[in-house]
């Protein structure tokens, strides 16, 4: 018997890659979508050119127009004894690795992704296996060689929980073939296996067991500085982006001195992160995650002796109250919050990418998706607005009806609930970004998808398959329209053009003007990319001021 995910992944990816021819064409991986670590795809793949690593050799797979090494590692094991603590140095090898399939990716709650996201996201996981081996990098080059191509390096969304580099729509054969650009997608650990902050209650052992999945992406940024001229990349030219809790990140690492020189462009998208946690906040959880284990700080190498399995049901033992597992301001790696009160000093001279879809909150159970009368709107969104007045509530929904006056009822609810939440950050830390020298370009992805009957909209997620032009793979988001591929085709040369000069300009957009506190330029993406000064700002801040007053 086969499940429904898996029965439904199989249908996208036939739809979407048997059209051409599978060994060769642009989606020979997503057709070996159901390899697991160390099998070769038997059958499904050629092999491709052998590379030689400061570690060892691996040998690639062709995938359409570029060679494909899958599964690399850039550093140590994370198992016991190194369980908690930063990554070490991946253990040369001798002879050839195949470089053929996904590898690990990090221990995660099945629950944090799956039955949790919309069936149209859903499918795009692979499903590679779970280990504590998970350090690895997957990368798409046009060849090896000295080409000194711009490097993007990709950060997976799913907060700091779930998620790998493996997901059908980040594939980055298209972008790297068709741009002449090298893709790098990044596993690095996550929920307690990265972000529980041990610094503060373990002793000398664990004085360095802080944001170790922050410090993971380090490590994968070391090893492209290190080894990713052998592919064809620029290690002067790397452009970190990343989406959802990727975004978040980018925008941690942007604070953080470990990471500094490594990166050189930054594209945030839908994942802002002004703050982290706080030394209290993260002992605090830390303490909590030991008591569920009946252990106390005097027990914590006990820590290294327990299963992967335990550690997860540990987790999921939340009681109503959820573990905070996320990046910690801990004075060391993280000295301060990453956009709070400013941007960070350290990244003054990086460029910038940042935005937000239209309807964020789609993506998310529980969400009105269908007709609701005045009383329902303004139910909703004064259930949204917390304290607001009926009179505040009235005035919100009125600014935005005046605004987006062919937009219905749901419309208007759903852009204000993403407005509360997503885009407000993002805003913020634009704001922020562009007081200091480097430009920053912001981007509003309106564009909605006729997937569902078109209910989700422009949901979070969905300008993923258009960055990395893969919206034929991932038409489960996108529909199969025609007006997806002109999108596609502006937004990936976009991001490549800022990865290659640091200016997202090209032939077929119309010109992107830097964002500043003033005219507020922002390029709204859609069925027709135009330039907006301050999209839908007075409504913006209306709402933000109610919901903050």
Known sequence: MIDRRRFVRLGTIAAGALTSAVATGPWAAAWAADAKPGSAASGKTLSGATVETRSGKVRGIVQGRTQAFLGVPYAGSTAPPNRFLPPTKVTPWTGVREASSLGHRSPQLLSAFHGFVPPEVEVMDRDETMGEDCLVLNVWTPGPGAAKRPVMVWLHGGGYTSGSGGFICYDGAELAGKHN?????????????????????GGARYANASNVGNLDIVAALEWVRDNIAAFGGDPSNVTLFGQSGGGGKVSCLMAMPAAKGLFHRAIVQSGAALRGSSMEAANQTAQEFLKRLDLTTNDLDKLQTLSM?????????????????????DGKSMPAHPFDPTAPAQSADIPLIIGTTETEVTFFPGQILDPIDDAKLHESVKTLLRKATDAQ????????????????NTDLYLIMASDA????????????????????????????????EGKLRSFHCIEIPFVFDNVEAASSMTGKGADRQPLADQMSAAWVAFARTGNPNHAG?????????????????????????????????????????
Do not use: C
């Open 181 to 201: 650009v090298v893709v790098v997608t990044v596993n690095h650990r996550l929920g307690v296996f990265g972000y529980l902050h041990l610094a503060g209650i």
């Open 309 to 329: 399995e335990q550690l997860l049901a540990t987790t999921e033992n939340a009681k109503g109250r959820p573990l905070d597992l996320s990046p910690v301001v």
């Open 421 to 452: 939440t997503f885009r407000a950050g993002v805003l913020t830390e634009a704001d922020r970004k562009a007081q200091q020298k480097a430009p920053v370009y912001q981007y509003y992805f309106t564009w909605r998808s006729p997937v569902r």
């Open 509 to 549: 957009l119309p010109k992107w003007e830097p964002f500043d506190t003033q005219r507020r330029a922002t390029m709204v993406f859609n069925k027709e990319a135009r330039l907006v000064e301050d999209p839908h700002g007075k409504e913006q801040r209306l709402l933000r001021s109610v919901l903050n007053g």
């Open 393 to 408: 509530v009235d005035q919100v929904i009125a600014a935005y009806r005046a605004g987006r006056p062919h937009d219905s």
